[in-house]
Each structure stands twice: as structure tokens, then as C-alpha cells.
């Protein structure tokens, strides 16, 4: 028996404000359904009636065996509410059915407005195809197992619409229950064409979503029957935004629009940030006379910032009486600061910020780091609205509140202390201030170098979607990073993403995916972040490599900004080499777990590694064991790779013979400690353990020279066993080369993976 209608609902995405918005109105199923048959969605043959007596004459062309169902005002789950009869074998069964079905209706103090019957689909595996209109990101597609399933196992996956036929393939292929579709205990798989069509024809281009527009919040087609030679909606519930009209007929798909950038504050225009990222002038609004403030510390930080950079920018304090601050000279506002200054960062109280940003015309950017906004509740948000008219009415752009600021090397612009650093090609947008500083000056400890950082709070104006455009196309900008809690914006943020995707590889670390980091977010930035599927949809449809916490997010930066220009292929496959069978198999779990593939070595390989004395007396595989030591030969791992390279035994995803992708060389630091003479130094060097390490990172070095085709990353395990300074000096001297370090297969593992994400977004090509 199949089941037309289930106490299942579309699983909630959509629902993050903490206010009630006017309720939806339902549209009748009978309605839905001819809104279906019109986007080319296969439906029931069916037919309606008002009474229970004119069932049977309007059932009469309808083949059994029926199904009948009542429609009317608050009869949404049909199955809740005795709405809904399956299996009836004969016209004359309609009306006694339908008479019961109003008594049961009675009970719950509802009236049908009329009866539909329809034809009961064949068995099938039973999906949910639905959509709804995320506050942020806009319409959102999500398919997963239907019927009774649907709320039991939560098996559903999103995608941001519209989606392609790519997306929607992908989308099935994540679910725990895929294997249903491809048929279960002899029954025959479904016809994949037919349902991908179906979802396309829901959420694709110019699909149902986009030809209602803006007219509805919900839309659930639960169950879709898929069986070997087509997918049926049996049941469809819309429902229609409060005040909309209601669509006698679907509407044409709509023009579509040119791409322009968009947010809050941003009017439709391109608003170009080079002079925030590189002002000719800066003015501090908040430093004192006679007290330590954040507006002192900033005075201080870009003095010493500046005591190193070539062309500093003018540096002027806003201060009401005094005339010099700190060594500074200072101006009463900033309706009188000199016309170079582009940037001026405010760190007064909240409740001083409006005025201060009022007098600002003329300055194309201000940032208020001060916090007291929308983030600490109702009152808050009010200010913040207000302080967003006065950005608007100097005709300034605003960045924050929230915030701390802007990190520029090129261009002068530093928020975090310390001296001046050499510019690099790494890009980061941050709605967190204090995590931006740590990335900055944590990845500047580990050698990597930064472009552009831009820290943006609570986005009341200048958005990640609008920082993202820029970046995506600055030539200074080779690899950006992404800390995100809500981005106010995520329709544009995702456009502009999606924009991005061939040309700048991006990673993403989402804080408040869980319950309690939603909570978080929301005290953090005033905002309620969408659902993790979302952005899980988001990063899978834009190539964005997701990350979890700030230490992978540097480990992925590191990757990408070392190998993102290599011309490297996305396939799954690694290579593990390195001493310690047992390292290898605990190796070859934590790729497995990061969904990253070890292929298996070829006879070639294997004969060629048996020519350089390995293998004897155990197997030769890939995780590959190869002694490493003090003591040992520093180039057998080198020499190993590149025979297994030489004789082209991983396979790609389409079978052909291909080079590993990725290589990972592991090191074994507490064997060089305790067999090395670390603490016997070299007269005129280093300890013996180091030298042979740093022998061993040379040979690392000129095996990635001669693998044009494949990264090679370095782990060097249990550092902790040498010096303190061992892990540092080899990871200079390794990234020198081009090849990142880690300390654990961990970290190697999820920066790889975002390497990979990042060269699947650059060719277009499918996980494997």
C-alpha cells in the first residue's frame, strides 16, 4: 500500500527568526497540482468534487484503484486529521468514504471545502522533493527518502537554487538510502532520468521556484512515487506568502537579470575597495588624552606599523580639544580631516558612533569596531539602524559595527600590532575580529603572508557577498579564507561564490552550525545563521572548501596558497609513504575518514620498488612503509615516489592511468630525537638528529620540483620529541620549497581535502 499523504513535513530550513513572521496561506492541493502538470511535474489523474455525491460522476474516466482526499482551511496533514483513504476499488465507494471522512474532519473542527480523487500511484521508493525561502540565501531545494521516512531518518540533502542537473545528481548520491534508487533485494532501480527531470522541473532554472517568484514560502512534494520508468508526485502542499496573490496558472519564468553586485546599503552599485585595503589617509576617532583606550592602541599599532612601510598613509586622530594624541596631530571631526583620508576606524561608546559617522562626508570608508549594536538585542538593533542612515547620509560606506578592522601590508592598513610584514597573495573576510588577528599573526608565525584582511562584524552595510566580488578579482589575491556566522546577504554571498569558482580557491570556516553555536552567533553578530545543511550545499555548489575551527582553516590557507596554481586534478587519491606500518594503517583510517582514497600500487610499481631493495618479506601498498631514520638513507622515499610516479599506477575516476594527485611524506621526529645526537652538536652546524631531517626535507624538496602533476605535503610526527625549535626550522625550510608541513595526519588530511575541493571548483570536475 502506498501512502498519499504522511504526518511528514519538509524538514525546517527555513526558520531563524526569533519573531513570527504573518502566517502562510495553503493553496488547495487541487491547485498545487495543476501549478505541477504546468511545470511538467507528473501528477495523479484525478478530478474534484464539492459533495460527496458527485464523486463517483467526476471519478468516472479514473482507472482503480482511487485515492480520495479532502482539501479545505487547516487541513494541511491529511494522515493527522482522517483526510486521506487509499485503496478503493470501485466509484460507488467514493461517497460513503468521503461522508465518514467529514465526520472524522468534525471531530477536529474542520469542514472540507471539497474532495479530490485521484488514480493511486504503483509502488516505489518514496522521496520528498521540497523547497523553501531561507531568510538569507533565498529559495532552497532539498530532496531525501519520502513518505513515513522523511522525519524518521532526517535522509534529505539541499542545494541553493536554481540547480543544475550536476547538483541535483550530487544531491541524491549524499544520501544514506541512495542505494534505493539503484534498486534493494531484486526490485528494479528507479528511472533516474525521469526524477532528476522531475526536481529540475521544481528547483532548476526557470522550474517552478523561479516562476513563482516571490509569491510563495513552501513547497513540499511528499511522497514522489519513483519507480523504473518515471517519478509521480502524489502529494504537493505551497504554501503562499501572507498577501500574495494567489496564481491562477504558473506564471512564464521570468527574464534573467544581470549580475550585479548586492546588500544591504550597497544600492545596486560597485563600491571598488582599493582604497580601503590601501588608504592615502586614516584617522583614528577615539584615542584620549588621559586614559589608555582602544583608540590610542590603534594610534599606537599603525605608528609602528607605518615606522617600516615605504609609502605610509597620513595618520590623523579625531579628538574634540586636543590638537596632537600620541605624537599624532588631531582634528575636532571628521568633517575636518584632510581630503586624502579614504578610512576612518571609530572606537568610541555605541551611543557616540551615530554622530560620529554623520560627520564623516566625504570619507569613502568607516569602521566602527565599538560593539553595543544589533548584537545585544532589540535596543541595539535600533541604533544600529540608525547608525546605518548616517553612514547613508554622508554617503560613506560602513563596515561593522562589531569590528576591529582592516590588515593591509601593501597598503598600510593593520589592525593587529607588531611590525610591519612583507604582503603576500592570502585574502581573508571575517566577521570576527579576534579570529582574523589570530589567523593573521598565528599564519605569519607558520610563513604564510597575507593581501587583504577585512574584518565585518554585523554587516550593516558592507557585506561578505561585496568583499568576495572584489577579492575574487584582485590580482594580489591568489587564495581567500572566509569566517562567516550570518552574512546577511547569502543569496549575493552565494552569486557571488558561484561567480568565483573557477578562478579563486576558497575556504570557509562557519561558526554556529551546531544549536549552541547558533545561539552564540546570534549574542555574537545579532543574527541567526541558516541551517549546517545549507552551507554544506552552499560549499559543495561553489567549490568552497568547509573547514572546522581556526587551526584548519590555517592549514588549509597554507595548502592552498603553496598548491592552488599547481595544475592538479581533484581525484581522491593519496599516497601515504613514510616509516611505522602501524603510522600507515592509522594513516589510512583518517583518510578514509575524510572521504580521501589510498589507490592500490600497481605490479610495475611494485617491481620497481622491490628494484630499490623495499618490500622484502612484507607487501608493497599504499599506505607504503619505507624505513626512515638518522641512520637511514634521507632519499629512499623520495626515490620510492617517484618510481611509483614513473610507472603511473593510480587511476582517475574515469580508469585511466594517472600520477597520485597527492602525496603525503611522513616523518617520524622521536626517532631522530632519540638516535640522532640532538644534544651532540656539530662544531660548525646543527645537531646531527636536525641535519639529517633537514637532508630529508631537501630530498621532499626536489621531489615536488619533479612532480609537476602532484602536491606533496610533509607531516612531521611527534615534533614535540625534538627541540623546540626542529618543527619551525623544518617547516621553513620544506615551505621554502613549496610544501606544506603539518604536525598530524589529521591536519594533512583536512587541508588536502580543501586543496582538492579547490581543484574540482577550478575544472569543473564531480567528486569522485
Not at 519520502?146 to 531518518?153: F, Q, S
Amino acid at each position: 500500500m502506498t501512502p498519499h499523504d504522511t504526518d511528514a513535513a519538509l524538514p525546517d530550513l527555513a526558520d531563524h527568526s526569533p519573531t513570527r513572521s504573518p502566517a502562510p496561506v495553503p493553496l488547495p492541493e487541487p491547485q498545487v497540482k495543476q501549478l505541477l502538470a504546468q511545470a511538467g511535474i507528473d501528477v495523479p489523474r484525478g478530478a474534484v468534487a464539492a459533495a460527496s455525491e458527485d464523486l463517483a460522476a467526476a471519478a468516472s474516466g479514473l482507472c482503480a484503484p482511487l485515492v480520495l482526499k479532502g482539501f479545505g482551511p487547516g487541513i494541511v496533514h491529511k494522515s493527522d486529521v482522517g483526510a486521506v483513504r487509499l485503496d478503493l476499488n470501485a466509484r460507488d465507494q467514493l461517497a460513503p468514504a468521503a461522508e465518514k471522512m467529514r465526520g472524522e474532519l468534525a471531530a477536529h473542527g474542520l469542514e472540507p471545502a471539497g474532495f479530490l480523487v485521484e488514480e493511486q500511484a504503483a509502488p516505489g521508493v518514496e522521496l520528498i522533493v521540497g523547497a523553501v525561502r531561507d531568510p538569507s540565501f533565498g529559495p532552497v531545494l532539498l530532496v531525501g527518502l519520502g513518505g513515513i521516512w522523511t522525519e524518521a531518518l532526517d535522509d534529505t540533502s539541499p542545494r541553493l537554487c536554481p540547480v543544475g542537473r550536476s547538483d541535483v545528481e550530487e544531491a541524491l548520491a549524499e544520501l544514506r538510502g541512495a542505494a534505493l534508487l539503484d534498486g534493494a533485494r531484486g526490485r528494479a532501480p528507479v528511472g533516474r532520468a525521469a526524477l532528476i527531470d522531475l526536481i529540475l522541473a521544481v528547483g532548476g532554472p526557470d522550474g517552478l521556484v523561479e516562476r513563482l517568484g516571490d509569491a510563495w514560502t513552501e513547497l513540499e512534494l511528499n511522497p514522489v512515487i519513483a519507480g523504473p520508468t518515471g517519478a509521480t508526485a502524489v502529494d504537493a502542499r505551497l504554501l503562499l506568502a501572507p498577501g500574495a496573490r494567489t496564481p491562477n496558472a504558473l506564471p512564464p519564468a521570468p527574464p534573467r537579470p544581470a549580475h550585479v553586485p548586492r546588500g544591504p546599503g550597497a544600492g545596486g552599485r560597485f563600491t571598488d575597495f582599493a582604497r580601503l585595503f590601501a588608504p592615502r589617509g586614516i584617522a583614528v576617532v577615539g584615542a584620549s588624552t588621559s586614559k589608555s583606550t582602544f583608540g590610542n592602541m590603534f594610534l599606537t599599532q599603525y605608528r609602528a606599523f607605518h615606522a617600516a612601510h615605504p609609502r605610509p598613509p597620513r595618520l590623523v586622530a579625531v579628538h574634540p580639544r586636543a590638537h596632537i594624541i600620541g605624537g599624532v596631530r588631531a582634528v575636532p571631526s571628521l568633517a575636518e580631516v584632510p581630503e586624502d583620508v579614504d578610512y576612518a576606524l571609530v572606537a568610541v561608546p555605541a551611543a557616540a558612533c551615530v554622530e560620529a559617522v554623520r560627520a564623516a562626508a566625504g570619507v569613502p570608508f568607516i569602521q566602527v569596531m565599538s560593539g553595543g549594536f544589533g548584537e545585544t538585542g532589540a535596543a541595539g538593533a535600533e541604533l544600529e539602524r540608525e547608525l546605518l542612515a548616517a553612514a547613508e547620509e554622508s554617503g560613506t560606506r560602513l563596515l561593522g559595527p562589531n569590528c576591529m578592522g582592516v590588515y593591509a601590508p601593501a597598503g598600510g592598513q593593520t589592525f593587529v600590532g607588531g611590525d610591519h610584514a612583507a604582503p603576500g597573495h592570502i585574502s581573508l573576510v571575517s566577521q570576527s575580529g579576534g579570529l582574523a588577528g589570530e589567523v593573521i599573526k598565528v599564519g605569519e608565525r607558520r610563513g604564510l603572508r597575507f593581501a587583504k584582511v577585512a574584518t565585518v562584524g554585523n554587516c550593516a552595510d558592507v557585506t561578505p557577498a561585496e568583499l568576495v566580488r572584489y577579492l575574487a578579482a584582485d590580482p594580489e589575491t591568489h587564495v581567500l579564507g572566509l569566517y562567516l556566522e550570518d552574512p546577511r546577504d547569502g543569496r549575493a554571498l552565494f552569486e557571488e561564490l558561484s561567480a568565483a569558482r573557477r578562478r579563486l580557491p576558497v575556504v570557509a570556516l562557519i561558526g554556529g552550525r551546531s544549536a549552541q553555536g547558533r545561539r552564540a552567533a546570534a549574542s555574537h553578530t545579532g543574527g541567526m545563521i541558516a541551517d549546517a545543511r545549507v552551507w554544506r550545499a552552499l560549499a559543495r555548489q561553489c567549490g568552497v572548501a568547509l573547514v572546522d575551527g581556526a587551526g584548519a582553516l590555517i592549514d588549509a590557507l597554507d595548502f592552498l596558497d603553496l598548491h592552488a596554481r599547481r595544475p592538479v586534478a581533484g581525484a581522491p587519491d593519496v599516497l601515504v609513504v613514510g616509516p611505522s606500518g602501524g603510522a600507515g594503517v592509522l594513516a589510512a583510517d583518517v583518510f578514509d575518514a575524510a572521504g580521501l582514497r589510498l589507490g592500490a600500487l600497481g605490479h610495475r610499481a611494485q617491481n620497481a620498488l622491490r628494484g630499490l631493495g623495499l618490500g622484502a618479506g612484507a607487501s608493497l601498498s599504499n599506505p607504503l612503509e619505507v624505513p626512515l631514520g638518522p641512520r637511514g638513507r634521507k632519499d629512499l622515499v623520495r626515490r620510492a615516489v617517484e618510481a611509483i610516479d614513473a610507472a603511473g599506477t593510480a587511476r582517475s575516476v574515469r580508469g585511466a592511468v594517472a600520477p597520485f594527485t597527492d602525496v603525503v611524506a611522513h616523518v617520524n621526529v622521536q626517532s631522530f630525537a632519540t638516535y640522532g645526537d640532538w644534544d651532540r652538536a656539530e662544531p660548525s652546524g646543527p645537531s646531527a638528529g636536525l641535519t639529517g631531517l633537514l637532508e630529508y626535507v631537501d630530498h621532499i624538496a626536489a621531489l615536488q620540483a619533479g612532480l609537476p602533476r602532484s602536491r606533496v605535503t610533509l607531516v612531521l610526527r611527534n615534533a614535540e620529541c625534538g627541540p623546540p625549535e626542529v618543527f619551525g626550522d623544518v617547516r621553513a625550510a620544506a615551505r621554502a620549497s613549496g610544501v606544506p608541513v603539518y604536525p598530524t595526519m589529521e591536519a594533512a588530511a583536512s587541508a588536502i581535502q580543501a586543496g582538492k575541493a579547490a581543484a574540482r571548483a577550478r575544472t569543473g570536475a564531480a567528486e569522485a
